[in-house]
Each structure stands twice: as C-alpha cells, then as structure tokens.
C-alpha cells in the first residue's frame, strides 16, 4: 500500500523554539495532505488540509500563525510549531491522499512532541 | 459535537471468537466510511472501508457492516487472534470532504 513517512519521529524542545515535522508520501503524489492532532485517549482532531500549492485551511481553534503549514510539493508537507509550549507537546499525525481518486487516507507513523 | 462516536472504549475477547467493534454517526450525508488500526506509538493504518452504496464489505477476517437507516456501522473480525490487539478507530465522511474520526476502542485479544 502507499507509505507515508513523517520526520522526526520524537522531538524534544524547549519552550519558546520552533520545532518542524515532515510528512512525505513516498510512492504516490499526495495532492492533499491533513494533519492531526491526538491527545492521550482521544480521537484524531484535524488540525489544517493542505493542497500542493496553496495556503493550508484550518480548523476552528487552529492558530495558523502558531502552526505553520507548507505543502510545497506534491510528495512533501511540513508542519512547523513556532513558539512551542508544553501544551504543545502531543502526538502529531500527517495524512495524505493520491491522485488516484481513492478516498483512503494513508497516514504517516506520527511525531511525538515533548515541549519542556 | 461529536459526529462520529465509539461508545465501548474497550473490548476484550478470547482467542478464536468474534470482535466486534461499532461505530455510529449522526450526518446522514456521509458516504464514506472507514476502520483503522493503531498500535502504541504508531499511526493509524488503513484496515477497510465501506461506501454508502453497499451494506457489508469483507476482507479476509474483517468485515464491516453499514446500516444506514440507524446510522450505525460495525467491524468484525473472526477468528480474533492476539495479533488484533490494538485501538481500532472508525472514522466517516462525505466524498472530498474530511473525515471524522471516533475516540477509538481498544481491543484485547486474550490469548
């Protein structure tokens, strides 16, 4: 089936930096990418849907400024968490869906965020 | 408002019997639905999807059941094997909308 990566899959960070995660479809080109959130025993909140090419749409409660969204390409999305605090620290998940018409998405393996 | 609910947290099932897993949603307009799997520290992995257009979808040992009219789909999986224990996640929507997840249950398999 189609791989997703994600990049790192753990990071440590100090309150204040800015941490970035990378979400590559690997044998497929992703032309929307999704990112979500989970919190410990709760379900995948969508965060933001990026198309290749233009400006991601967030969710309500979303801050864009805080959660940056790039989708350059169409196997490359990144998320970048600026100004990280503790109640960023979460597990974060990509997903991606094909040219193909299909409507699974494939998600990536996730990145676990640790903001001290 | 949840539009998509796993009322069972948790399951546990002896090795060889029957898992079932339900789901249930409140937009009539979904026509899209979808079970995952996810271990510990991993993201979810895509385990079977069904369309509005059809009642039941079968692959190997899993086969989900929709019925519409109550808003309901279920997984099962036969014969349940220790492998199978993970937080399995429904998750429904419209066609090229996004989908909406359930809090998950977590399946035990006992061996």
């Known amino acids: 089936g189609a791989v997703v990566s994600q990049h790192p899959s753990w990071v440590i960070c100090k309150s204040g930096t800015s941490v970035k995660i990378e979400c590559r479809s690997l044998d497929f080109q992703a032309t929307t990418m999704f990112w979500y959130r989970q919190f410990p025993k709760q379900s995948l909140m969508l965060m933001a849907t990026?198309?290749?090419?233009?400006?991601?749409?967030?969710e309500q409660g979303v801050e864009k400024d805080k959660f940056l969204i790039n989708h350059a390409s169409l196997t490359l999305s990144t998320l970048t968490v600026t100004s990280a605090h503790p109640e960023d620290s979460s597990f974060y998940i990509c997903?991606?869906?094909?040219?193909?018409?299909?409507?699974?998405?494939?998600f990536g393996p996730g990145t676990r965020l640790t903001v001290t | 408002d949840q539009q998509v609910k796993q009322n069972s947290p948790s399951l546990s099932v002896q090795e060889g019997r029957i898992s079932i897993l339900n789901c249930d949603y409140t937009n009539s307009m979904f026509d899209y639905f979808l079970w995952y799997k996810k271990y510990p520290a991993e993201g979810p992995t895509f385990l079977i999807s069904i369309s509005s257009i059809k009642d039941k979808n079968e692959d190997g040992r899993f086969t989900v059941f929709l019925n519409k009219s109550a808003k309901h789909l279920s997984l099962h999986i036969v014969p349940s094997q220790p492998g199978d224990s993970a937080v399995y996640f429904c998750a429904a929507g419209r066609t090229g909308n996004q989908f909406y997840f359930g809090t998950g249950t977590s399946l035990t398999v006992i061996p």
């Open positions: 997903s991606a869906t094909g040219t193909g018409g299909g409507y699974e998405q494939y």
């Open positions: 990026s198309n290749e090419g233009s400006k991601a749409t967030y």
